[in-house]
């Protein structure tokens, strides 16, 4: 991959094995992994077990109110946290697993949540059911919210003005902003065995029906979207969602405000965010490798094998994205890639210029991209760890290792007792896999319309995505004290990835058991990349002095 000079050069291994050049080096990675050199305190591992378990005693506690549905939602978040618990209970205690144990565990873990997640189905089917007759007290108050006959002591109303009365009593001017010939058709799409409408009320464009679901929310929302689109063809369109009290109501809103399509100046600023990306990812190998690249651009014949890994990073990442978008037809706007000296890119940025029809799909698009460029970077630092030999090209400091648990623990069982060393010769594509995983780890972190973000707002809602959100946010505030990376994204969030997506057409129904599963899995993977190991922990798998 690399010019033989570089590996038969003396000069070049001098340059290498120079004390002032480690310094260098090791600084330059360390900027790469966003990760500090110096590990955490000791108590650090028995401080994260106490907090996984406080959240288990917290969860627990909120379950109990619930009845058996709530420990059994509860029970699936203890399976998918204990083979983790387990692993650095262990590990702090000295006891080690190997790589197949931790597969099991991980098998073993998902298949109790699928298990557990047919059961709470069972229980919620096994619930009473809601009796589908209308109550006679709303159909009464629904009766209300029709159009009232012309007041000939009135003026004339216009054709988006009606009266509502829907509380006994109350009568109030409200400004509907949907056609009167439109909000019947409208109501005329409603029954009572689909979705009972009780109440009409004024929202942006559009209109808020409450009222009552009458059945699974997939097929109603699927049943109204056809009446909708046969009534008023593709006019409005019709949002399946929850409210501030956590009832279903349906939202109707104009389709003109259907997300906008990337314009020139989006395009072009793109198209700049590109090529500003490409020459920091050529500038990144140069560092690497022990140059700036920008003064000797003859040498760029040495930087390609790793600008490529970048690359193939952030390449597979977008189209993955792209590939499960156009399978359901969901419209993406042009990758508006970040820039970055430390690692070449923080990945790319995309939005939806489209409505999402479910959080499954919101889920699937958000969790194809890390899942591809994660899987590509894991296979390059697993294939570099077995290529690795004395002689190789880059010489990392052992301690380094200790910057990830990730990456620390796949070096420990691929390189055993090399680790012990001061320097540890590597194959380039450690620290390219490394580099990768950084990047999509950063852009799984559970913030705005970050891929992390996305996920958590498919899996469990708005209102957890908008905690996860702050909860990132001031996590990264306080790590920018210590680290200039967690600064720069803590801005990122603040100013451009804070808002979370628009909710989907249908917000009721919740991704499968599997897709949780997968996406807690991306998350942790996401926090294991990202922390750095204990001393003490450290020590127990022997890297570094």
């Not at 919620?124 to 589908?132: E, Q, V």
């Not at 249908?506 to 058991?513: A, G, I, Q, V």
Request: hydrophobic share 50%; glycine share 8%.
């Amino acid at each position: 991959m690399f010019p033989a000079t570089l590996f038969h050069n003396p000069q070049n291994l001098m340059l290498l094995l120079d004390r002032s050049a480690i310094d260098r080096f090791k600084l330059v990675l360390a900027q790469a992994t966003g990760t500090p050199i110096a590990a955490s305190p000791n108590s650090a591992t028995a401080a994260l077990l106490l907090l996984a378990l406080g959240i288990l005693g917290w969860g627990f506690y909120r379950a109990r109110g619930q009845g058996k549905q709530g420990i059994l939602a509860w029970l699936q978040s203890v399976a998918l946290m204990i083979p983790w618990l387990l692993f650095f209970a262990l590990s702090a205690a000295g006891i080690y697993l190997n790589l197949v144990a931790i597969l099991l565990l991980l098998v073993a873990s998902t298949g109790l949540y699928i298990y557990l997640g047919r059961q709470l189905r069972k229980a919620l089917s096994d619930a009473p059911a809601i009796d589908s007759r209308p109550d006679p007290a709303q159909l009464k108050n629904s009766q209300t919210n029709d159009f009232s006959a012309p007041d000939p002591q009135q003026p004339p109303a216009k054709d988006n003005i009606k009266i509502i009365t829907s509380r006994p009593g109350n009568n109030e001017l409200e400004i509907i902003p949907v056609p009167v010939e439109d909000l019947k058709a409208i109501k005329g799409i409603f029954g009572i065995d689909t979705f009972f409408a009780t109440e009409t009320i004024p929202y942006q464009d559009g209109v808020i029906l409450k009222g009552n679901l009458r059945g699974d929310p997939e097929q109603v929302h699927s049943r109204l979207t056809a009446s909708l689109q046969e009534k008023l063809n593709d006019r409005y369109r019709l949002f399946l969602v929850e409210n501030q009290e956590d009832k279903p109501v349906v939202i109707i809103l104009p389709s003109t405000n259907d997300p906008q399509r990337t314009n020139l100046s989006q395009k072009i600023l793109a198209v700049v965010l590109l090529l500003a990306t490409i020459a920091t990812s050529l500038e990144t190998a140069g560092l690497l490798l022990g140059f700036d690249f920008f003064n000797s651009p003859a040498r760029y014949l040495e930087v390609m094998p790793i600008v490529a890994g970048i690359w193939a990073v952030l390449g597979s990442g977008a189209i993955a994205r792209r590939v499960l978008a156009n399978k359901y037809n969901v419209g993406l706007s042009w990758p508006f890639f970040i820039p970055t000296w430390q690692i070449g890119s923080f990945g790319a940025i995309d939005r939806f210029e489209s409505l999402l029809p479910n959080r499954k799909v919101l889920f699937d698009i958000a969790f194809a991209g890390p899942a591809a460029g994660g899987t590509v970077s894991l296979l390059m630092l697993v294939v570099g760890l077995v290529l690795s030999k004395p002689g190789s090209l880059f010489q990392i400091p052992a301690e380094f290792f200790k910057g990830s648990i990730l990456v620390g623990t796949l070096a420990k069982v691929i390189l055993g007792s090399a680790l012990q060393q001061p320097i540890v010769d590597v194959h380039p594509l450690v620290v390219i896999g490394w580099l990768g995983l950084v990047i999509t780890a950063i852009n799984l972190m559970p913030a705005g319309q970050l891929d992390g973000g996305r996920i958590v707002q498919a899996i469990y809602g708005r209102k957890t995505a908008s905690r996860a959100t702050l909860a990132t946010f001031v996590v990264l505030a306080i790590a920018s004290l210590v680290n200039q990376a967690a600064l720069y994204w803590a801005i990122v969030i603040l100013i451009v990835q804070r808002n979370l997506e628009r909710p989907s057409l249908n917000e009721l129904t919740e991704p499968d058991d599997a897709r949780a599963a997968l996406g807690l899995l991306a998350l942790f993977l996401m926090v294991a990349a990202l922390l750095p190991l204990t001393p003490a922990l450290a020590g127990r798998l022997g890297i570094g002095n």
